[in-house]
T-cell receptor, first 116, second 113 residues
Framework: GAVVSQHPSWVICKSGTSVKIECRSL??????MFWYRQFPKQSLMLMAT?????????EQGVEKDKFLINHASLTLSTLTVTSAHPEDSSFYIC????????????FGPGTRLLVL | AQSVTQLDSQVPVFEEAPVELRCNYS??????LFWYVQYPNQGLQLLLK??????LVKGINGFEAEFNKSQTSFHLRKPSVHISDTAEYFC???????????FGAGTILRVKS
């Protein structure tokens, strides 16, 4: 199946700093990628849809100025958590839709963010 | 708007026993249905999907699911589970081409020896 990678897998940062997370589709081109957030023992909550070459579409309640998304190429989307605070600590997972995969989203391994 | 209900938050089962994880959805249009598995501290892995055609879908690791339109269900089954199947399972639905996935709350499958 299609492979999606995320980097880094773990990040610890100080409150007030910014953190960038990369999501790459390794063996297919993804015009659409998605960013999710998962709190402990909870399901995935969609944060935003990242479209190559255009602005991301954010879900209700997600601050677009805090969670900056850039989909610069067909294989790379980045999520930047700006001025991170402890409440931003979470598991962030990206996915990419393979156009040749029948509407299937393939997920990255996730990034654990801890803000001190 | 669509929604997904996974009726069981946890399902304990003995090794080699059969298991069914339940999933119901609500939608006013045709949907695509998915089951994903998540192991601790990992992303999601696709188990199987229903897009169209046969309502009985077979996936990886011996899992299968059946789409029942009249009951708006897409229950996941495995005839004989292994310890390694212990994980959290998510049912998800999307309303047609290009639309976002909506996930259920997840079901933790605990396989005991």
């Amino acid at each position: 199946g299609a492979v999606v990678s995320q980097h880094p897998s773990w990040v610890i940062c100080k409150s007030g700093t910014s953190v960038k997370i990369e999501c790459r589709s390794l063996d297919f081109q993804a015009t659409t990628m998605f960013w999710y957030r998962q709190f402990p023992k909870q399901s995935l909550m969609l944060m935003a849809t990242s479209n190559e070459g255009s602005k991301a579409t954010y879900e209700q309640g997600v601050e677009k100025d805090k969670f900056l998304i850039n989909h610069a190429s067909l294989t790379l989307s980045t999520l930047t958590v700006t001025s991170a605070h402890p409440e931003d600590s979470s598991f962030y997972i990206c996915s990419a839709r393979d156009p040749g995969g029948g509407e299937t989203q393939y997920f990255g391994p996730g990034t654990r963010l801890l803000v001190l | 708007a669509q929604s997904v209900t996974q009726l069981d938050s946890q399902v304990p089962v003995f090794e080699e026993a059969p298991v069914e994880l339940r999933c119901n959805y609500s939608s006013s249009v045709s949907v695509y249905l998915f089951w994903y598995v998540q192991y601790p501290n990992q992303g999601l892995q696709l188990l199987l999907k229903y897009l169209s055609g046969s309502t009985l879908v077979k996936g990886i690791n011996g899992f299968e699911a059946e789409f029942n339109k009249s009951q708006t269900s897409f229950h996941l089954r495995k005839p004989s589970v292994h310890i390694s199947d212990t994980a959290e399972y998510f049912c998800a639905v999307s309303e047609g081409m290009g639309n976002k996935l909506v996930f259920g709350a997840g079901t933790i499958l605990r396989v005991k020896s």
